[in-house]
């Protein structure tokens, strides 16, 4: 009997789908970020990062991040980000040179950008944690190919 019920909640347990990532349902509203962030030659620094996003005037995505990283004044950045076909958007970022680009695929995303100062290639992987309220948040910033500095964290739901 007991094998019997180990066998049922395992394929019950198996064929759940993934959870997926709707970046437009989890970014509306309220989020909070704690990362460390590591920049080659130097300690971790504490980076803190509470947002607040939603629909913009011409229908497009607005986030506004307030930026608290340890050791620097407070700052703030904007992105602003459009649906450009299934599980993928383009944009803005006021750090960034050029376009963002985001690829969403079942529980993760990938953004890419270049940032304006010191041109850093940055990739960013964010993976959905069960619950659906948490990311896990991985960073790598990247000058003439080799890595230069790496965040990783978690950014939370607030609401």
Known sequence: MRVAVAALASMLI?????????????????????????????????????????????????LIDNINEQGKPARTRKWIMRPDGPSHFTGS????????????????????????????AI??????????????NHVVARKFGMVFAHIDGTIRKLD
């Open 123 to 136: 990739v960013q992987q964010l993976q959905l944690q069960p619950g659906g309220k948490l990311l896990s």
């Open 14 to 62: 198996g064929s759940a789908p993934p959870p997926r990532l709707d970046m437009l349902d989890f970014f509306t509203g309220k989020t909070h970020a704690d990362n460390v962030m590591k920049v080659a030659f130097h300690g971790p620094k504490s980076l803190i990062v509470d947002s607040v996003g939603g629909k913009g005037d011409r229908g497009d995505f607005v």
């Open 93 to 120: 970022l006021s750090d960034a040179v050029g376009p963002v680009d985001i690829v969403v695929k079942g529980d993760s995303a990938t953004i890419s950008y270049v940032m304006k100062d010191g041109h850093l």
